[in-house]
């Protein structure tokens, strides 16, 4: 099973325009997904649905979206992806509550104010957010922070983990994912850093994250980048598990894997990241 298999693109609109942001949506900003086609995507998905792709907050059928997919999926894990801003506006969450959300994924682009701005391209989204963080956990609810590694960020990921543990340590789990390079990112250098300018401050990231015992996974990064903390990457366990995985088709086998232990389960070079920083593809 691939990770597509679990998203269920809901809207194509956003409160935001992250710099890195990979919706496809972007292209097609006036076309509204038809509620029919969400439905049957939903009835085609098992044991874990991811509501995401525009802004979730902003579908005007988030509800009765959500209402569908409890009746026919009761027992079905729910990831709700958001930007966060509009958590606590309308007593969103309070309504989110009653469909028994079981992840709430927030993008946290920085704790520093003006590289929020920089990067979500909107002004003010980051108080929104973090009070909508700060609920989340006051509630007792499961709190993924997503930190999306990106040219404009990744000096400050140790920081970020400092900020994390002071003021939202009853988090469920940080997730850095390095930024893909699609849409708004493709074949776009100043957002996507180079593996190797970011190896420092992820890995110091990742002590500190150790050091506060806060759990963590890492994504779309080749694991040899992650040093001893390999074991924290999401494809890890599902490469070991041989799962159909499908992304592999997204991946590069480079001469650098060749003298790796991990190459056996690790998932390479993402083809996209290749089109900007070119490596000897065998
Ligand atoms: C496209 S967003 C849609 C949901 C919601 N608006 C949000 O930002 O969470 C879904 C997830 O994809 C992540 N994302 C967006 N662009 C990405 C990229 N280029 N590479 C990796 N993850 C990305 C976001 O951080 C978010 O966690
Ligand atoms: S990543 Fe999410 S918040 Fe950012 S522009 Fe894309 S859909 Fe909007």
Known sequence: ?????????????CNQKCVFCSA?????WNKPIPLK???????EKWDYIQISWGEPLL?????????????????????????GVFLLKNNNLDKLQKF???????NYPCHIEEINDEIAWVKWSQTLRELAMKEIINR???LRINIIINKLNF?????IVDYINENFAWLDRIQFSFTKAMWAADKNDEVVPLYEETEKFLINALEKCEKYNIKVDVDHIPMCFLWKYYEKHVDFNKMKMWENWVFLTEKNYVNRCNNCDKKNYCTWYRKDYLEIYTESII
């Not at 086609?37 to 009835?43: R, T």
């Open 1 to 13: 099973m691939s990770k597509l298999d679990h998203l269920v693109p809901i809207n194509n609109v």
């Open 24 to 28: 496809e949506y972007r292209m097609q």
């Open 37 to 43: 086609n969400i439905f049957k995507d939903i009835l």
């Open 59 to 83: 579908s005007p059928d988030l509800f009765k979206i959500l209402f569908f997919i409890r009746k026919h999926k009761k027992k079905c894990f729910i990831e709700f992806q958001t930007n």
């Open 100 to 106: 028994n959300i079981d992840l709430y994924n927030v």
């Open 140 to 142: 007792w609810l499961n």
């Open 155 to 159: 000096i400050y990921l140790p920081e």
